[in-house]
T-cell receptor, first 117, second 114 residues
């Protein structure tokens, strides 16, 4: 597609339930990133995928968070046993990648606004 | 890891005036510094970026300057217009365990009043 597509755009879930957030990157972009944006805060790095390499999971806040990227394209971020503090906008971005990694600008999706009640 | 500080957190200017947003970073190995504009309900959009081998870059009304010695970079918007109102984020490419992921400042909410 022309841009990065995220779904759903909004998700309200009960505390303790699992949620899956989807990201469809720009075709041909080998790098994919997930960030979390809490109210009034900057963008917090969660996880990075580059081609077929093992993902950089160093930003995941707890073992309740996981992500996968199938076929080098679509990615799913899963949050298990959601907590109220997980409420935030989850942003996905993709980019071309050079030998220096993210030295190209990201294209962000519009995000998924997650509300845990 | 990389730490990016951004100031001010809010900025109000009159239409036609200039706006300046400043960022500092901690990792001297950082070599890529983009700026993003985020409008309400949308994802951040890249507006300009600069690499460590240049000190200044300009694109119409926006410009970015980089001082590697002092580890700071700034966004300059001239002749501001109401449609420039948005949240602006600076970022730096760190060299730590997320060496290929950008580290973002906390954002500056810019309001341009007619």
């Amino acid at each position: 597609g022309a841009g990065v597509s995220q779904s759903p755009s909004n998700k309200v879930t009960e505390k303790g339930k699992d949620v899956e957030l989807r990201c469809d990157p720009i075709s041909g972009h080998t790098a994919l990133y997930w960030y979390r944006q809490s109210l009034g805060q900057g963008l917090e790095f969660l996880i990075y995928f580059q081609g077929n390499s093992a993902p950089d999971k160093s930003g995941l806040p707890s073992d309740r968070f996981s992500a996968e990227r199938t076929g080098g394209s679509v990615s799913t971020l899963t949050i298990q046993r959601t907590q109220q503090e997980d409420s935030a906008v989850y942003l996905c971005a993709s980019s071309l990648a050079s030998s220096t990694g993210g030295a190209y600008g990201y294209t962000f999706g519009s995000g998924t606004r997650l509300t845990v009640v | 890891g990389e730490n990016v500080e951004q100031h001010p957190s809010t900025l109000s200017v009159q239409e036609g005036d200039s706006a300046v947003i400043k960022c500092t970073y901690s990792d001297s190995a950082s070599n890529y510094f983009p700026w993003y504009k985020q409008e309400l309900g949308k994802g951040p959009q890249l507006i300009i970026d600069i690499r460590s081998n240049v000190g200044e870059k300009k694109d119409q009304r926006i410009a970015v300057t980089l001082n590697k010695t002092a580890k700071h970079f700034s966004l300059h918007i001239t002749e501001t217009q109401p449609e420039d109102s948005a949240v602006y984020f600076c970022a730096a490419l760190g060299s730590g365990n997320s060496g290929y992921a950008l580290n973002f400042g906390k954002g500056t909410s810019l309001l341009v009043t007619p």
